[in-house]
């Protein structure tokens, strides 16, 4: 029996009282019911010490306390000891979220309904919380600029200064047909004031978040059922899905933004935010009251909306992914593993549309089309196939569906040409309704009728797909005939300048459209995966299917956008095929890079070749591959690629392996046994690797087993019959994509902590077992006193031993050995849909994250301190980059098929010509290429800016930097996430 | 075969030459400046250095030492009179604080280790620098390097101090070297005397000889100047460099800013800072003084190299 103890008393009467506020007060009473009737659920609390149990019951309108946790409680929150109850009593819910990442908090079960009880907290809280979050707020600010408080408006300048001076192209690429100079030296954002405009708008806007969407989407499962229809019959879940998206596309608000050249919005609101209550949009009901307050990212959200979603949510809470799972699992020990966010984190559980789709099938061929082969398909059948008949039935719809919308654009397009006064404009809007009544059913005509098309398509995707990662991948490739056929029709110098500054136009329109809406992110996600936004990988370059040079005049107007707008979405990817992209091409990406700092990210296709081709054996289709997401590789428009579906934290292996199957940030024994240091169970390096390795594979076993689970919700809860008609395979095959209807079928994993684990595992092998310079015990020993004992050795395992990225190929060949186990851990695995999973060494923002969540490691990290990111070499490996770029060049990439990051921070001289910057860029680039190298991408920028931009946030809005894949802005970043990004490893130009 | 001692072989250099370099500094130097920025490649023989701030206080040295060289008391840490460089002390400390200076190498060594580079000197028309220290005080080994480079398709460069036999280093070096970054910096052979240890007659003279046979199609050379406050940068010094140039129809030089890293550097070794190094030897040089210099120049038609 425990021994209860004054803190359970505590609790049970503030249960108490929160329920009696409830139960008597109608004006929060009102808050227990939704259009489905009373929200019924139940969360327990406990102290893991036993001192505390109590738990809250909502039913039928009522709260009442129970002094035990009833065993279908839906939610726990476990408090690791009464100290971190009592803290929790007096924290803003942002540090509380903090005690919950760093395990001191564990929560179990449904976290829609800890949501829920944490919004009910807040009505109570009302002002105080709000006052709680100010000072917070003003506190994080402060706490900010005194970190490194430096205050030089100079640095600001300089960065604007990049803009200016601007090379001029001195070869022109075979594919380029129009451009005199392809670098467009001429243009800057000046030339184009609606740009400029819409531009400043992005930045200054704050974000709000949108009900359009997860409104219209309930009221049609409300009226017509979710696992069953309204006379009682099981849906088809294609079906379901098919029927709703119709009905959500015919009454989205067909907006045109003024000024814009591209029909349609995601959002009604200025800049909306996206909510998905069909996935992981519950994880916001907590922050209803407060989010508007919060530190980082805050998004405004109307009373009204608040209310909507505080109605809705409860009919998804029990239909997530999550809730699925356990529901359908019994609460399996893979999905419990994967919340305490510590070893490994699913990412199905928000999306599954990381890859590339056929967008060249909506734009050339168009809708009606697509339609017509369906019902070939359909014509084709036997009578028995209702499945297919369904599925196919299904696709159909979303296709129509999307029509309507594009037939409501055209109508709004009519109405406001029909208003403007203005001549100019008027013409525009008559040219849109013109635009809208024919794509995307149509093939488009014109390159304006090509991005109008790509994009209504694309919004449709959005509508139902979480807009994470889905990319429109090779944009060059898709709008270069347009803009070729068009510019050859004209015959004036004059009439051409005009086209081309119009078709810049329409690409930075683009641009921004795609950047206006952001993703939801509940503040977990803003320290996890900080910054990130849609990941909307736009890829140029490389080759065509048939092996010839893919850089065209289109290659180049994309490259100027993206230096002109410096957004952190799209997220740009270049392709380099060596012996056949040109180095004025190459020097263009890095000049890119430079203006923005942070893009281009930029890939070798020799080497991505290489590592994809296990997984397939089409020369065509491997060369037509593009960038999802971060950087991963999809075969576009064929493969249902799911790039980012689940993330393992190598270090935990590494910590279970030093104690036997046990995680003592988790203090969990959750591993097998696999040998006690102290014990003297490791007598060679070998007997520890086969420890470390069995416990990677347990936990790569569990993510993968999950993320199965995962799919297999997914299949039912929310198959894509939209996304599923612009993968080739899905029609011909009468399958959603969701249940394995594409040519490829893979699932992508990225695993952190390369060089940490690396570096430790070096460590081991050189001074305990090769040299014999220390015992294991007292290696273990100093690792779990975080080096604090013991300087000397902390000293000897950095400078003693050689790290990865310094040259030694020792510690490259245990690269090699890592990531080849890894690699071989998932390939003894399927997925859901029958495929394989890819391998990626890549990190996102989590090297930060799991490294607050691991302990001091033997390569002397200390406790809590980030790893190096993606496949990077550790700050400390050299101070020769050159030896850094060798290493990470001679990763073997048959390991790596959902590629890797390798992220290094180059520091212009202040005296730098920018052809000098340039040059030297192009050569590191152009080197590790031919070294071997996959993936490269640099933050061109000096730590005393970043330091100023940290201090100083309001002279950086616009200040983009690459985290691990992605690109995000730097001052909206946690603050880990902006120290690790300034002790990043950095070297002169 | 035959060695050398060579300090550092350093990797992606951006400031030694163009393009991505590698650079082997050479130990040894037949003048003593004394603002000498690289004071390790002075002495011809192995050091030792020990720099307090890599120094987690183990004191696992002081238990290795049998000359009793080490203590605490003392301000250098090593007391190099007692200290017979058995290196027993740097084996074993974990932190690198102490440290060996100079190591002896032999050509294919040295080739080996930078070839490594050469895809980077490919792809940025870069190459190899030989700096010291002075490169040419072992004319038959740097000759010998720079062959077996040149061999290789690697383009070389040397940053000499001027003072050496000319017949040796034309019919030793010469053939194989693709620039020459030639120092001249006092004009004034007795204040050259005074500062940087010899009168500059040999230094002026292979100067000449060397830049007539680059306007006759020869290998090229770049005359530079660091700029030492009140030593080199004085208006008469500079004019008289400049005179030099017009008589020899220089159309380019590259001056240095000077700044006072050397000093760190002196005290690892042991070596006292000279009294000199206080005031403006201890700081930075204002841009307005290098403008200053500069616009000598520049007023001249004589063009800067960045
Ligand atoms: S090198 Fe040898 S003699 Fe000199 S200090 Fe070290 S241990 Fe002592
Ligand atoms: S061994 Fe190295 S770190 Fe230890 S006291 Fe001596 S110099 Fe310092």
Redesign the interface.
């Given at each position: 029996m425990h021994s209860r103890n004054h803190m359970n008393i505590f609790t049970h009467l503030a249960l108490r009282l929160m329920a009696a506020q409830f139960n008597f007060r109608p004006s929060l009473n009102k808050h227990l019911k939704s259009a489905d009737g009373w929200t019924n659920f139940s969360i327990g609390l406990k102290t893991e010490t036993g001192t505390m149990e109590q738990a809250i019951v909502f039913q039928n309108g009522h709260a009442r306390v129970l002094k035990y946790i009833p065993e279908k409680a839906d939610a726990v929150m476990r408090f690791i000891n009464d100290d971190i109850l009592k803290e929790t009593v007096r924290i803003t819910p942002n540090e509380m979220l903090n005690l919950i990442l760093k395990n001191k908090i564990i929560l179990d079960g449904n976290m829609a309904y800890l949501g829920a009880f944490n919004f009910y907290i807040s009505l109570i809280m009302g002002r105080r919380y709000q006052r709680m979050l100010d000072k917070a707020n003003l506190l994080e600010i402060k706490s900010r600029k005194e970190e490194y408080g430096i205050n030089d408006p100079g640095f600001a300048k300089e960065l604007d200064k990049r803009k200016e001076s601007r090379l001029k192209a001195d070869t022109i690429d075979a594919g380029v047909k129009c451009l005199e100079d392809p670098y467009l030296s001429e243009y800057s954002i000046e030339a184009f004031p609606r740009i400029k405009m819409r531009h400043e708008k992005h930045f200054n806007a704050t974000p709000e978040i949108s009900s359009e969407r997860p409104v219209l989407l309930t009221q049609w499962y409300r009226r017509h059922g979710f696992e069953k229809d309204s006379d009682g019959n099981p849906w088809t879940p294609e079906l379901r899905q098919a029927y709703a998206f119709k009905y959500l596309m015919k009454n989205k608000k067909p907006v045109i933004r003024k000024d814009s050249i591209i029909a349609g919005t995601t959002c009604p609101e200025e800049v909306g935010v996206l909510v998905y209550p069909d996935t992981s949009g519950t994880l916001i009901w907590g922050e209803l009251g407060s989010i508007s307050k919060r530190v980082l990212t805050p998004c405004n959200i109307s009373k009204e909306t608040a209310g909507q979603l505080h109605d809705i949510f409860p009919f998804w809470a029990k239909r997530t992914t999550r809730a699925w799972i356990s529901e359908n699992h019994g609460y399996p020990f893979c999905q419990k593993i994967d919340e305490r966010s510590v070893a490994s984190f699913n990412f199905k559980t928000v999306s599954m549309s990381h890859t590339v789709p056929d967008l060249p099938r909506f734009v050339n061929d168009g809708t009606l089309a697509i339609i017509e082969e369906v019902q070939q398909q359909i014509k084709a059948l036997a009578p028995e196939e209702s499945d297919k008949r369904n599925t196919l039935t299904s696709m159909m719809l979303c296709l129509e569906g999307l029509n309507a919308y594009a037939a409501n654009l055209a109508k709004e397009a009519k109405t406001l040409a029909d208003k403007e006064t203005d001549p100019q404009r008027k013409e525009e809007l008559n040219r849109l309704y013109q635009t809208c009544s024919h794509v995307p059913a149509n093939p488009a005509r014109t390159l304006d009728e090509a991005v109008n098309a790509a994009w209504i398509s694309w919004i449709g995707l959005l509508m139902e797909n979480t807009n994470v990662s889905l990319s429109p991948g090779r944009l060059d490739q898709l709008f270069q005939p347009f803009f070729e056929k068009e510019m050859g029709s004209l015959s004036t110098g004059d009439e051409k300048k005009q086209y081309l500054e119009h078709v810049i136009e329409l690409i930075s329109c683009y641009f921004l459209r795609n950047a206006e809406h952001h993703n939801l992110v509940p503040d977990v996600a803003n320290y996890l995966f900080g910054g990130s936004q849609s990941e909307t990988a736009i890829t140029v370059g490389g080759v065509t299917p048939d092996g010839k040079d893919a850089v065209n005049d289109m290659t180049y107007i994309i490259l100027k956008v993206t230096e002109m707008l410096s957004l952190n979405d799209p997220n740009m990817n270049a392709r380099f095929k060596l012996g056949v992209n040109s180095d004025t091409y190459l020097k263009r990406l890095c000049e890119v890079n430079y203006v923005t700092v942070a893009t281009p990210s930029m890939h070798n296709d020799d080497a991505v070749m290489e590592a994809f081709s296990q997984n397939s054996d089409k020369i065509e289709d491997l060369r037509d591959w593009a960038s999802t997401g971060c950087v991963e590789i999809t075969l576009s428009g064929k493969h249902m690629s799911h790039t980012g579906a689940t993330s393992v934290n190598m270090v935990a292996g590494l910590e279970m392996a030093l104690n036997n199957g046990y995680h003592p940030l988790m203090n969990w024994h959750l591993g097998p046994k696999t040998g006690v240091v102290a014990n003297g169970d490791f007598k060679t390096f070998d007997d520890f690797f086969v420890a470390f390795a069995a416990q990677q594979k347990f936990i790569i076993d569990n993510t993968v087993e999950l993320n199965n689970m995962a799919a297999e919700a997914y299949a039912y809860l929310r198959p894509t019959p939209l996304l599923s008609t612009c993968i080739k395979g899905a029609v011909q095959n009468a399958t959603d994509v969701t249940k394995g209807g594409a040519v490829y079928n893979t699932s992508g994993s990225f695993n952190i902590g390369l060089s940490d684990v690396v570096d430790s595992l070096m460590v081991i092998k050189k001074l305990v077992f090769d040299e014999k310079r220390i015992t294991f015990e007292a290696l273990k020993d100093a690792i779990d006193s975080n080096f604090e004992n013991d300087?000397?050795?902390?000293?000897?395992v950095?400078?003693?031993v050689p790290r990865f990225g310094s040259?030694s190929a020792e510690a490259v060949d245990m690269a090699n050995k890592l990531t080849g186990l890894i690699h071989g851990c998932y390939k003894s695995t399927k997925n859901f849909r029958g495929g394989d999973y890819t391998v990626g060494f890549w990190s996102v923002a989590q090297h930060v994250a799991y490294g607050t969540l691991s302990g001091a490691l033997p390569s002397g990290r200390l406790a809590g301190r980030p790893f190096a990111p993606g496949a990077t070499p550790d700050p400390s490996a050299s101070k020769?980059?050159?030896?850094n770029i060798?290493d990470v060049a001679q990763l073997n990439p048959h390991h790596m098929d959902n590629n890797i990051a390798f992220n290094v921070k180059l520091v212009p001289?202040p005296?730098d010509?920018r052809e000098?910057i340039v040059?030297?860029m192009?050569?590191?680039v152009?080197?590790y290429f031919?070294?071997g190298g996959m993936q490269i991408q640099f933050n061109v920028i000096h730590s005393d800016v970043l330091k100023d931009a940290m201090a100083n946030p309001e002279n950086y809005q616009n200040l983009l930097v690459r985290i691990s894949g992605y690109n995000a802005y730097f001052v909206r970043l946690n603050k880990e996430m902006q120290i690790e990004l300034i002790e990043r490893a950095k070297?002169?130009? | 075969m035959k060695k050398t001692l060579i300090l550092e072989l350093?990797?992606?250099s951006?400031?030694d030459g163009p393009?991505?370099r590698s650079v082997v500094f050479f130990k040894g130097c037949p003048l003593s400046c004394i603002w000498c920025h690289n004071p390790e490649s002075k002495k011809t023989g192995v050091e030792i250095s020990f720099e307090p701030n890599?120094c987690?206080?183990?004191n696992?040295c002081l238990g290795t030492c049998t000359k009793n060289a080490l203590s605490k008391e003392n301000p250098f840490f090593i007391d190099r009179t007692l200290c017979n460089l058995c290196f027993e002390c740097v084996t074993n400390c974990?932190?690198?604080a102490l440290e060996r200076v100079g190591h002896e190498m032999n050509v294919p060594e040295i080739v080996e280790t930078v070839l490594?580079?050469k895809?980077?000197f490919?792809?940025?028309k870069?190459g190899v620098t030989f700096s010291g220290g002075e490169p040419t005080l072992d004319m038959d080994f740097l000759g010998k390097t720079a062959k077996a480079l040149k061999e290789n398709g690697v383009h070389v460069l040397i940053e000499t101090c001027g003072q050496f036999n000319y017949e040796k280093f034309n019919e030793l070096v010469y053939p194989h070297v693709d620039l020459i970054y030639f120092d001249i910096k006092i004009m004034d052979s007795s204040h050259h005397k005074k500062y940087c240890g010899l009168p500059n007659k040999t230094i002026l003279e292979n100067f000449r000889t060397l830049y007539r046979r680059y306007l006759d199609g020869g290998t090229e050379v770049l005359p530079r100047t660091p700029l030492i406050p009140d030593i080199t940068d004085t208006k008469e010094n500079l004019l008289a460099i400049v005179s030099l140039y017009k008589e020899e129809q220089v159309k380019k030089t590259q001056l240095m800013a000077y700044h006072p890293l050397w000093r760190d550097k002196n005290l690892k070794l042991g070596i006292s800072l000279p009294s000199t190094s206080e005031g403006k030897m201890g700081e930075w040089m204002a841009t307005e003084r290098t403008k200053a210099c500069e616009k000598i120049f520049t007023d001249a038609g004589i063009a800067l190299e960045?």
């Open positions: 300087p000397s050795l902390h000293a000897m950095h400078k003693k040259g020769n980059f050159l030896d060798r001289g005296d010509s000098k040059n030297t192009f050569s590191y152009k080197t031919e070294q070297y002169g130009l | 350093k990797g992606n951006l400031d393009g991505i890599e987690v206080g183990c696992t974990p932190s690198n490594k580079d895809p980077f490919d792809t940025s870069g960045p």
